[in-house]
């Protein structure tokens, strides 16, 4: 079991990132693929400023973390986060989030960023 200690303060921030339902299923997507901001638009079926709004967010707090391919920027979690097993702990609570991803593949609306 992983010894968790966290201060009330920081465990209110994040929890207040992960309070946000959008916010919460990307970070549990990432807990398993990386992905860009285009994959994240067409499984919110939101738009591309909103959805990069979300990311500055998790981003700008340490939670993920950005690589460059290429022209593309994908994003997952950083490992390397102070409250990562804080993080980690939580997510592993909730449902796999993968169906999503199985869903944009199987309507061949997977955007591909390779």
Not at 11 to 24: C, D, N, V, Y
């Amino acid at each position: 079991m992983l010894n968790i200690n966290i201060e009330m303060d920081m465990a209110s921030e994040i929890l207040k990132l992960l309070g946000h339902e959008t916010r919460l299923t990307m970070l549990k997507i990432l807990d398993d693929h990386d992905c860009c901001v285009c994959e994240f638009v067409e499984i919110f079926q939101a738009t591309q400023p909103a959805i990069s709004q979300h990311i500055r967010k998790l981003k700008d707090s340490g939670l993920i973390k950005e690589e460059r391919r290429g022209q593309w920027i994908f994003y997952s979690l950083n490992k390397e986060y102070e409250h990562y097993d804080f993080l980690i702990k939580l997510l592993n609570l909730l449902p796999c989030q993968n169906e999503k991803l199985k869903k944009l593949e199987l309507n061949g609306t997977r955007i591909q960023c390779n």
